[in-house]
């Protein structure tokens, strides 16, 4: 089966870094992205992996190692707008999103 | 520019209803989808259109039927719904590459069945 794991629920500190994990069982990869929602909203495209490595953009950055099928979203200087749900999904082998069930990030002052 | 509208943004109806929810793109997207969403669940997948052709049709209930006049156009059109289809419904659209292809969503339509 295709399976997709995140932590439930994490909570951080405002101004703080914070590494969301994903790991994945699927059959095939063909990229792996991380989506922002924010409640009641729909997803927003944050990063995109396909290569292992570190992809960066401001103040998000996402990590891939496909020998491990292990992926994170790292956030630094959190601000309080970045309280939502963080989707990992991965791309199979028939080019289809499997979801995985997102992780709620909760951030106080 | 990569927004997708829908319409309404909420909906309530009886389960003798028929209604429509519509979404919208201009980006050039030549893939759509319709996910049904609820609450602290990640999107499910129900539809895919490829090229204006319905590509993928994850066993959904024949009381939803999509629909794609044309390749910027995306309708679900509902007949006979249960309370338990009460959800978000997010349309999202794509470049239907073979490469990165990253889905973009719509805001969605909170539909609730009574």
């Keep these: ?109 | 520019d990569t927004e997708v509208t829908q319409t309404p943004k909420h909906l309530v109806m009886g389960m003798t209803n028929k209604k429509s929810l519509k979404c919208e793109q201009h980006m050039g997207h030549r893939a759509m989808y319709w996910y049904k969403q609820k609450a602290k669940k990640p999107p499910e997948l129900m539809f895919v259109y490829s090229y204006e052709k319905l590509s993928i049709n994850e066993s959904v209930p024949s009381r939803f039927s999509p629909e794609c006049p044309n390749s910027s156009l995306l309708n679900l059109h509902l007949h006979a719904l249960q309370p338990e289809d009460s959800a978000l419904y997010l349309c999202a659209s794509s470049q239907a590459s073979w490469e990165i292809d990253t889905q973009y969503f719509g805001p969605g339509t909170r539909l609730t069945v009574l």
């Design chain 1, 1 to 109: 089966g295709q399976n997709i794991d995140q932590p439930t629920e994490m909570t951080a500190t405002e101004g703080a870094i914070v590494q969301i994990n994903c790991t994945y069982q699927t059959s095939g990869f063909n990229g792996l992205f991380w989506y922002q929602q924010h409640a009641g909203e729909a997803p927003t495209f944050l990063s995109y992996n396909v290569l292992d490595g570190l992809e960066e953009k401001g103040r998000f950055s996402s990590f891939l190692s496909r020998s491990k099928g292990y992926s994170y979203l790292l956030l630094k200087e959190l601000q309080m707008k970045d309280s939502a749900s963080y989707l990992c999904a991965v791309r199979d082998s028939n080019y289809q999103l499997i979801w995985g069930a997102g992780t709620k990030l909760i951030i106080k002052p």
